[in-house]
């Protein structure tokens, strides 16, 4: 089995957990916040969607962002001043509170976007990529390492997202 295969099972894992996480969820559900400073099931997805799309796109193949190149803030009614990264990484809870309501099912065709673009980039991977550091403003931050830290942060937020769906509809829910 090759690094390819095992970052792309990883990959697969965490699309196929979100899916079935967010699977029957309604609108009210995915915008359900279990404590007034913390964040929602919208704006986990819509993070994990930006922080993959920034992570393959502007740092490793240095390129325009799937966001930008097909105008997913307009798609999405998002058109919302965001600073660098872009992605809610940072944002206060009055902007996560402000995020605007927008349409899941476009949503979810953004993340696939975004996932088709990762899996076409790791298939286009070879072994000497993955040491290689393409931005300049981190010369010790390679390829290697941004694919780990895509893995364990979306673990990370599939877990959120299971904990407050757990909340809202118990644990088989």
Known sequence: MTFKNIIRFACEEYS???K???SGLTDQDR???P????HHIDFIVWHIARVEDHWINSFAKQDIQIWDDQNWASKLNLNINLDEPRSGWGWTIEQVNSMPKFEFEKLN???NQVRGCTDEYIENLNEFDMNSCPD???PNYSISQMLAHIVVEQSQH?????YIRGML???DG
Request: charged share 20%.
């Open 16 to 18: 196929l957990e979100l």
């Open 20 to 22: 079935r996480l967010v």
């Open 31 to 33: 915008r359900f916040v």
């Open 35 to 38: 404590h007034p400073y913390s």
């Open 109 to 111: 065709d953004y993340l």
């Open 136 to 138: 300049k403003t981190m």
């Open 158 to 162: 599939i877990g959120q997202i299971s």
């Open 169 to 171: 509809r118990g644990i």
